[in-house]
């Protein structure tokens, strides 16, 4: 378009006209209109910034009469208390282990070897049995069956909040990893960092309760129009658009992560994405495994991903930055828990010069046995020396495995798969493809047809499974006269899940049944539910969706011998929204993020329908997500005496700020708040 020269003069002159006037009014001594601020929240309600605690939140919502003058006053009457998190252990991921255990129990009693497939006569029958199986064979709303801990008597539904300060992230994936402190967390050390300035008052940020998205507040809340009121709502299952407010989307904005979630459930505070047990000035805070042994009860944690991974770490260590190895471990030797055991890889673990002090010879090898994997020692025999050990004595337990120890350099425990073999599996692989200018364009999956095995044969020879692992942990703790916390995580399954494959995740699930099943046997022979709660949940859920056929396509699978296809070829082991906020598409509002995603997914349709299932929002591929999601995460739980039923739609404090609850559901700060309440008989 080419314009005027009288137009263009006038355009000018008017520039020129209104710059001068504004000369004009400063040197008259007027001053710019300074900005427009939102009201914040102090503006509204003067109240102070102070820390809540547990014992005030279950006082405030009338669950005990009155706080103890001393935590430890009633401790000697409290229960043991064990937490079981399913990292990434959704409401849709519990329906697929569930499921996928009753096919494999029924194949079983057809005759079939599930690890092998099925022969014979003995083939067809099974495959005329499952023909045309669907999930309305099994469940599709509610607590369901299948696993040991569906069938604890409590169930609920816990919301996994998180919070969004001074910036969101690229396309609102994940909260963002920033404090009350200046810049990311992964900056500085704890507390070292001047306080964040809101660029638009200059002040302090000043923390509002109030929903990010919907009251400019800085709480990531759930919403049940937008999301539905249940997990299994019905429009997940279906093609939108949907004109009554649901989004399918909703889920895949600003979710949390394990550090955030787990830190929640270890000290009953909020703080945001990579903060373990620190509260959102960078402070540590008091973790229910050090209140307990404040109490001298015993407690620790085991895990089957690093030891001071997320999840276990946050139990144990307190650090602003989930990935700060020199805090975390100098964090870890103060805490100085009872009992830790899990993967030894990286920075997750303890320093090797505190493993040296633990050895034998070492300095506090008068107090720490260390359990190291080793080619020479099999599963057998693995924890052995802890026969003769008491807490009791105030003797401690470090166990290490994977990582350096073995030749796989795993950081995880053995994927033990659809078929419990721990081995066939397709190690899934992908490439970003670019175009000539190097613009991202896509992906390609690469995953090769020749299996692999996650840990070699030998070395799976050498480790316990994951029950033998939380047995000797539950056994030893329970040695302690006084009582004792354990939480144990099952945190592969959120690893299977972020490479959208379901054959790992399934064996994952299988652990976890198993493991809790070993905790419900002890607990059967030790007092019962008079003396023990038992609480399983997730710190957060993924977007996993199944189809109606999924039972069929699990036993088809396992018939034929070739449960790993569970998982397809096609799988990349990309995250789809990752590339996609890469290529810039989070600013292309064109198309919906869905529309986004399927550009950068590699399953096709047939994929889809042969494995009964799907990850990310309807549309989006069958790859298509990835990551975590806001969804709100089951809770199943035994001996809580009525606590979480009685906090069902509570709200709580974030620095002394009341957040909303969600009606019919609890956080994770309200299974805190019962934990503390068993363990110590508020």
């Given at each position: 378009m080419?314009?005027?020269?009288?137009?263009?003069t006038?355009?000018?002159n008017?520039l020129?006209?209104?710059?001068?006037?504004g000369?004009?009014?400063?040197?008259?001594g007027?001053?710019?209109?300074k900005?427009?601020c939102?009201k914040?929240?102090s503006s509204k309600?003067?109240?102070?910034?102070?820390?809540?605690?547990s014992?005030r939140?279950?006082?405030r919502e009338?669950?005990?009469s009155?706080i103890?003058?001393?935590?430890?006053a009633?401790?000697?009457?409290?229960?043991?208390?064990m937490?079981?998190?399913?990292d990434?252990?959704?409401w849709?991921?519990?329906?697929?282990?569930?499921v996928?255990?009753?096919?494999?129990?029924?194949?079983?009693?057809?005759?079939?070897d599930?690890?092998?497939g099925?022969?014979?006569?003995?083939?067809?029958a099974?495959?005329a049995a499952f023909a045309?199986?669907?999930l309305?064979d099994?469940y599709?709303?509610?607590?369901g069956?299948?696993l040991?801990?569906q069938e604890?008597?409590g169930y609920?539904?816990?919301t996994?909040?998180t919070v969004?300060?001074?910036?969101?992230?690229?396309?609102?994936?994940?909260?963002?990893a920033y404090?009350?402190?200046?810049?990311?967390?992964s900056?500085h050390?704890?507390?070292?960092?001047p306080?964040?300035?809101?660029?638009c008052?200059g002040e302090?940020?000043?923390?509002?309760?109030?929903d990010y998205e919907?009251?400019?507040?800085?709480?990531v809340l759930?919403?049940?129009?937008?999301?539905g009121k249940?997990?299994w709502?019905e429009?997940?299952?279906?093609?939108?658009?949907?004109?009554?407010?649901f989004d399918?989307e909703?889920i895949m904005r600003?979710?949390?992560?394990?550090?955030s979630?787990?830190?929640?459930?270890?000290?009953?505070?909020?703080?945001?994405?990579?903060m373990m047990?620190v509260?959102?000035?960078?402070?540590?805070l008091?973790t229910?495994?050090?209140?307990?042994m404040?109490?001298g009860k015993?407690a620790?944690v085991?895990?089957s991903?690093?030891v001071?991974?997320?999840t276990?770490g946050?139990f144990?260590v307190?650090?602003?930055?989930?990935?700060?190895g020199?805090?975390m471990?100098?964090?870890?030797e103060k805490v100085?828990?009872?009992?830790a055991?899990?993967g030894c890889?990286?920075?997750?673990?303890?320093s090797?010069?505190?493993?040296d002090k633990?050895?034998?010879?070492?300095?506090l090898?008068?107090?720490?046995?260390l359990?190291?994997q080793?080619?020479d020692?099999?599963?057998?025999?693995?924890?052995?020396?802890?026969?003769?050990?008491?807490?009791?004595?105030?003797?401690?337990?470090?166990?290490?495995?994977?990582g350096?120890?073995?030749?796989?350099?795993q950081?995880?425990?053995?994927?033990?798969?659809l078929?419990?073999?721990y081995?066939?599996?397709?190690?899934?692989?992908?490439d970003?493809e670019?175009?000539s200018d190097?613009?991202?364009?896509?992906v390609?999956a690469?995953?090769?047809?020749?299996?692999?095995d996650?840990?070699?044969?030998e070395?799976?020879?050498q480790l316990p499974?994951?029950?033998?692992h939380?047995k000797?942990?539950?056994?030893?703790?329970?040695?302690?006269?006084d009582?004792?916390?354990?939480?144990?995580e099952?945190?592969?399954i959120?690893?299977?899940?972020?490479?959208?494959?379901m054959?790992d995740?399934?064996g994952t699930?299988?652990?976890?049944?198993d493991s809790?099943q070993v905790?419900?046997?002890?607990?059967?022979?030790?007092?019962g539910?008079?003396?023990?709660?038992?609480?399983v949940s997730?710190?957060?859920?993924?977007y996993l969706t199944l189809?109606?056929?999924?039972?069929?396509?699990?036993a088809?699978?396992?018939i034929a011998?070739e449960?790993h296809k569970?998982?397809p070829?096609?799988n990349?082991?990309?995250n789809p929204w990752s590339?996609?906020?890469a290529?810039?598409?989070?600013?292309?509002?064109?198309?919906?993020?869905t529309?986004?995603?399927?550009?950068f997914?590699t399953w096709t349709e047939?994929?889809?329908e042969?494995v009964?299932h799907?990850w990310?929002?309807?549309?989006?591929?069958g790859?298509?997500w990835g990551?975590?999601?806001?969804?709100?995460?089951?809770?199943s739980y035994?001996?809580d005496?009525?606590?979480?039923?009685?906090?069902e739609?509570?709200?709580?404090?974030v620095?002394?700020r009341?957040v909303?609850?969600?009606?019919?559901?609890?956080d994770?700060?309200?299974i805190?708040a019962?934990?503390?309440?068993?363990?110590?008989?508020l």
């Open positions: 080419k314009l005027s020269v009288a137009f263009t006038l355009v000018l008017l020129v006209s209104d710059t001068l006037a000369v004009r009014g400063l040197k008259k007027k001053k710019p209109k900005k427009k939102p914040t929240y309600d003067k109240g102070p910034k102070a820390h809540d605690n014992e939140l279950l006082l009338g669950v005990i009155e103890p003058s001393s935590l430890c009633n401790a000697s009457e409290g229960k043991n208390v937490l079981v998190v399913g990434g252990m959704g849709e991921m519990i329906r697929a282990g569930a996928a255990k009753q096919v494999l129990e029924e194949l079983e009693g057809m005759g079939c599930t690890s092998q099925c022969d014979g006569a003995t083939a067809e099974a495959m045309g199986r669907t309305d099994y599709t709303e509610g607590k069956s299948g040991s801990f604890l008597e609920g539904l816990v996994t909040s969004v300060l001074q910036e969101a992230n690229s396309g609102a994936h994940y909260g963002p404090s009350l402190l200046e810049g990311s967390v900056k050390f704890n507390g070292m960092a306080l964040a300035m809101d660029d008052t302090p940020i000043d923390f509002s309760p109030l919907q009251e400019g507040g800085n709480m759930w919403d049940d129009v937008l999301g249940y997990p709502d429009r997940y299952f279906q093609e939108g658009p949907f004109t009554d407010g399918p909703f600003h979710a949390t992560d394990s550090a979630t787990a830190g929640a459930l270890a000290t009953g505070h909020k703080a945001a994405v990579n047990s509260n959102l000035y960078e402070e540590d008091s229910i495994v050090e209140d307990a404040k109490c015993a620790g085991v895990s991903v690093p001071l991974h997320a276990p946050s144990v307190h650090s602003n930055y989930r990935k700060n020199e805090q471990q100098k964090s870890f100085n828990p009872t009992y055991a899990g890889a990286s920075r997750y673990q303890p090797e010069e505190h493993k633990m050895r034998e010879g070492g300095s090898s008068h107090q720490w046995t359990i190291e080793s080619p020692v099999m599963a057998a025999d693995f924890y052995a020396p802890l026969a003769g050990l008491d807490p009791n004595d105030d003797q401690h337990v470090m166990v290490c495995y994977g350096g120890y073995t030749a796989s350099g950081s995880n425990a053995p994927y033990r798969g078929d419990s073999t081995s066939n599996r397709y190690c899934s692989s992908g970003v670019t175009d190097g613009v991202i364009v896509g390609t690469t995953t090769s047809e020749e299996l692999c996650h840990y070699s044969p070395e799976v020879e499974t994951m029950a033998e939380v000797a942990a539950v056994e030893y703790l329970g040695k302690d006269e009582g004792f916390f354990l939480m144990y099952q945190g592969d959120d690893w299977a899940a972020h490479g959208d494959h054959d995740m399934l699930m299988l652990d976890i049944s809790v905790m419900m046997d002890w607990i059967a022979e030790n007092g539910w008079e003396k023990n709660a038992l609480y997730a710190d957060h859920d993924h189809k109606d056929n999924f039972p069929e396509a699990v088809k699978f396992v011998g449960s569970i998982t070829q096609n990349s082991n990309v590339v996609g906020i290529a810039g598409r989070h600013e292309d509002d064109s198309k919906s993020v529309e986004h995603i399927s550009d997914t047939e994929d889809i042969n009964g799907f990310g929002s309807m549309g989006s591929g790859n298509g990551s975590h999601s806001t969804r709100p995460v089951p809770v035994q001996g005496d009525g606590c979480l039923e009685a906090l739609g509570a709200g709580y404090n620095l002394g009341p909303a609850g969600s009606e019919g559901k609890v994770q700060v309200h805190h019962c934990m503390m309440k068993a363990l110590f008989n």
